[in-house]
């Protein structure tokens, strides 16, 4: 069983706050690969991303000896996610500009 599935079998809950916070830093990297990859990996980096954001989120309140992790968990998720909707806002601008174009 790899670590990213023991770490999927436990509810948040029951996970300790550093976990959560190493947890996150993983959920924001694994967020970061997937944007980088190919557009079919699309819609796989907006659940790592949410997952990022909440675990580190929810390490922060249960207060954490590992602030860093989960603030850097929170920034690439936050990154991600931002650069999804600019994407998305780019794409619909476009289409918009060419339809009025010809």
Known sequence: MSVLQKYLQFS???LSPDKMAKFSLLM???ALLFMLLPSYTLFLEIPTGILAIRFGRRAMSK????TKLALAGQLLGWMVLTSLALEILLAVTLIVIGMFYY
């Open 63 to 66: 207060c954490t000896r590992k």
């Open 12 to 14: 948040s809950k029951s």
């Open 28 to 30: 924001g990297i694994f």
